[in-house]
């Protein structure tokens, strides 16, 4: 769909008394939704925000959030949302390359010294930002795999662009309601925000409290695997219809058993620089990621994974100007190593995670997806060990189900994994490394490791 307006005006011109929001247990139609909108935007415009100024926001997913975000980008905001958990000293350190004027900080600290606070008030002021679909409107940092992270800058119709795909996979009817189950300073996070504009359907969005109760009422969530099974096996009532996995390899039993209950699942393989998905398909068992969705294509070179898509970043922001993500080809080189078969995409592991052992190769995500499959693992990294004799010895650091036994498992992988594969130390995660996050750092658990077995 081309929207001539913002996609709020649209739908509430197209259907002003269809409910667009659920905030907490508070419904929005689409009309009372762009008059919060609206005063909220001129309230900030009041302040002094203005077209293609870089706004920090900081703040985890609540209704007010939400409103914000939409808020600013109907002042031409170009909006930087940074998880609250990340070090006040870290994001000081970032805030210069990415021109930011302004913050507006939902969370209980003291303000950032070079930008100027905002607050979340009302005003009929209007804002004088009209939509364009090739507005720069976000700023969304990388995982910094490799370094600091980067924004990744994405403009409207790149946002709409992935959810555009995502929707010609998987149904998302306009009475079908989509939990904001992800953080918004996450990519995965903002494609269900992007989704639930397309469509024109419904969103909830809920403070924090226990999972099954955020999903009273939805039929579509994206979630990790372990949450879906911790659903199922608590024996919870669910209204889900359809569920978008990632995170993690995803068990054909899980499959199983969501489709006894009437729940669809797809899984699939994205990235922050493409605004989410790339390629995706229905859980069938099999280790592939699926094909590639409209407007995105795939090729391997060399082992590696090149992407195009419609959805991709126009750059990487630095210092008031846009660095090309793209190669000498016009490609986006991912650095993630795979296979292409029949169209279907096999991932098979980050090139900057392999290291040798004695010689040997080790690609942990191989490792990984053998271990995953004890029955009470719920998660698990492999990473290096400094060792004189072999130069890396393989390490796993294990998240376990309630009465899981780290000690058992050397002698459950010993005919699992090759000699060179096993794990010479079994360490349980420690709860110091979850950061709230998606995914947790690969470095930052190497470092740990090597911090801990050499004290």
Same mark, same amino acid.
């Given at each position: 769909?081309?929207?001539?307006?913002? =996609?709020?005006?649209?739908?509430?011109?197209?259907?002003?008394?269809?409910?667009?929001?659920?905030?907490?247990?508070?419904?929005?139609?689409?009309?009372?939704?762009?008059?919060?909108?609206?005063?909220?935007?001129?309230?900030?415009?009041?302040?002094?925000?203005?077209?293609?100024?870089?706004?920090?926001?900081?703040?985890?997913?609540? /209704?007010?959030?939400?409103?914000?975000?939409?808020?600013?980008?109907?002042?031409?905001?170009?909006?930087?949302?940074?998880?609250?958990?990340?070090?006040?000293?870290?994001?000081?350190?970032? #805030?210069?390359?990415?021109?930011?004027?302004?913050?507006?900080?939902?969370?209980?600290?003291?303000?950032?010294?070079?930008?100027? !606070?905002?607050? %979340?008030?009302?005003?009929?002021?209007?804002?004088?930002?009209?939509?364009?679909?090739?507005?720069?409107?976000?700023?969304? %940092?990388?995982?910094?795999?490799?370094?600091?992270?980067?924004?990744?800058?994405?403009?409207?119709?790149?946002? %709409?662009?992935?959810?555009?795909?995502?929707?010609?996979?998987? =149904?998302?009817?306009? $009475?079908?309601?989509?939990?904001?189950? #992800?953080?918004?300073?996450?990519?995965?996070?903002? &494609?269900?925000?992007?989704?639930?504009?397309?469509?024109?359907?419904?969103?909830?969005?809920?403070?924090?409290?226990?999972?099954?109760?955020?999903?009273?009422?939805?039929?579509?969530?994206?979630?990790?695997?372990?949450?879906?099974?911790?659903?199922?096996?608590?024996?919870?009532?669910?209204?889900?219809?359809?569920?978008?996995?990632? &995170?993690?390899?995803?068990?054909?039993?899980? !499959?199983?058993?969501?489709?006894?209950?009437?729940?669809?699942?797809?899984?699939?393989?994205?990235?922050?620089?493409?605004?989410?998905?790339?390629?995706?398909?229905?859980? $069938?068992?099999?280790?592939?990621?699926?094909?590639?969705?409209?407007?995105?294509?795939?090729?391997? *070179?060399?082992?590696?994974?090149?992407?195009?898509?419609?959805?991709?970043?126009?750059?990487?922001?630095?210092?008031?100007?846009?660095?090309?993500?793209?190669?000498?080809?016009?490609?986006?080189?991912?650095?993630?190593?795979?296979?292409?078969?029949?169209?279907?995409?096999?991932?098979?592991?980050?090139?900057?995670?392999?290291?040798?052992?004695?010689?040997?190769?080790?690609?942990?995500?191989?490792?990984?997806? *053998?271990?995953?499959?004890?029955?009470?693992?719920?998660?698990?990294?492999?990473?290096?060990?400094?060792?004189?004799?072999? @130069?890396?010895?393989?390490?796993?650091?294990?998240? @376990?189900?309630?009465?899981?036994?780290?000690?058992?498992?050397?002698?459950?992988?010993?005919?699992?994994?090759?000699?060179?594969?096993?794990?010479?130390?079994? #360490?349980?995660? /420690? !709860?110091?490394?979850?950061? @709230?996050?998606?995914?947790?750092?690969?470095?930052?658990?190497?470092?740990?490791?090597?911090?801990?077995?050499?004290?």
């Amino acid at each position: 769909m081309i929207f001539q307006d913002w =996609p709020w005006r649209h739908w509430h011109a197209v259907r002003p008394q269809a409910i667009a929001l659920r905030l907490g247990e508070e419904r929005l139609n689409w009309q009372q939704l762009c008059q919060r909108i609206d005063a909220l935007a001129g309230g900030l415009a009041e302040q002094g925000v203005s077209a293609s100024d870089g706004v920090l926001l900081r703040a985890y997913n609540n /209704p007010q959030t939400l409103l914000a975000w939409l808020a600013l980008l109907q002042c031409g905001a170009r909006v930087l949302p940074v998880n609250p958990q990340l070090p006040r000293e870290l994001v000081a350190a970032l #805030l210069p390359q990415f021109s930011l004027r302004h913050a507006l900080l939902l969370t209980e600290e003291a303000p950032f010294d070079t930008l100027a !606070a905002l607050s %979340l008030q009302q005003s009929s002021v209007t804002p004088n930002f009209t939509w364009q679909s090739d507005h720069l409107a976000t700023l969304t %940092l990388t995982s910094g795999s490799s370094g600091l992270p980067k924004a990744a800058v994405h403009t409207f119709e790149a946002h %709409l662009a992935s959810a555009e795909g995502v929707l010609a996979l998987m =149904p998302y009817a306009e $009475d079908d309601d989509w939990l904001l189950s #992800l953080p918004l300073f996450h990519v995965s996070g903002q &494609g269900i925000l992007w989704r639930w504009l397309l469509r024109g359907a419904r969103l909830t969005v809920r403070e924090h409290m226990p999972l099954a109760q955020m999903l009273e009422g939805c039929t579509h969530a994206s979630l990790v695997p372990t949450q879906l099974w911790r659903l199922l096996h608590e024996e919870q009532t669910l209204s889900l219809k359809t569920v978008l996995l990632g &995170g993690a390899a995803i068990p054909v039993e899980l !499959a199983e058993q969501s489709h006894a209950r009437g729940i669809r699942t797809f899984c699939g393989y994205g990235l922050t620089e493409f605004a989410s998905t790339v390629c995706a398909k229905e859980t $069938d068992g099999e280790a592939d990621v699926g094909s590639a969705l409209p407007g995105r294509e795939v090729k391997i *070179v060399d082992g590696e994974i090149w992407l195009r898509a419609k959805s991709m970043a126009s750059g990487y922001w630095r210092d008031g100007e846009l660095v090309p993500l793209t190669n000498a080809e016009g490609w986006f080189a991912t650095r993630d190593r795979g296979e292409l078969c029949e169209g279907r995409l096999t991932v098979l592991g980050r090139m900057d995670n392999l290291f040798f052992c004695g010689g040997e190769s080790i690609q942990p995500e191989a490792v990984e997806r *053998v271990i995953v499959t004890h029955p009470d693992v719920e998660q698990v990294f492999i990473v290096p060990l400094e060792d004189a004799e072999y @130069g890396q010895r393989p390490v796993a650091v294990i998240e @376990g189900r309630e009465g899981f036994e780290v000690e058992r498992m050397p002698e459950w992988a010993k005919d699992k994994l090759a000699r060179f594969q096993q794990p010479v130390y079994w #360490l349980l995660l /420690p !709860a110091s490394l979850k950061t @709230g996050g998606i995914k947790i750092s690969r470095r930052a658990l190497q470092e740990w490791v090597n911090a801990s077995l050499r004290a």
